[in-house]
């Protein structure tokens, strides 16, 4: 893992991850309870991938994300599911229901939704960075760490 320190921040990439901050990354299997979540985890960032692209209001993108983590039985970790990344670890703007924000070409932002099984519960969070294209987003992360 490389280390990044920068005043006040510490980044961390790891092969192709990078990372807002240090993270741990699994090394083995998640445990049942957990790996249970990630299916729905992997539907999760697939939908929103599908509708991340210049003209997407960011409480769109939360909506989608708290719905689909619902339907399927959890509870969402915290009330936003990202944020705006770029001048400093965490921008202006966060992905929640309140932020009237559009994506707009050359923003960045972490798409980090998390689960819970029950409240104050087990669950976990993964988390991507994102770039907003002329055309939709690209991916910066070269890890898939739910495999």
Known sequence: MRVVHLPGHTLGSYEGYYSQLVVTLP????????????????NVFKTSE???????????????ILKMIHENGYL???????????LDVIDFWAIAESET????????FVLHPGILAETDG????IGYTYLVTDTGIEKLNKVDIMA
């Open 27 to 42: 090394v083995k299997e998640y445990p049942p309870h957990i790996k249970k979540m990630i299916p729905i985890m992997e």
């Open 50 to 64: 599908n509708i991340l692209h210049p003209g997407t209001k960011v409480s769109d993108v939360n909506q989608v």
């Open 76 to 86: 969402p970790l915290g009330e936003r599911s990202g944020h705006g990344i770029g």
């Open 101 to 108: 924000l559009e994506l707009k070409p050359g923003m960045t």
């Open 122 to 125: 087990e669950g976990i969070t």
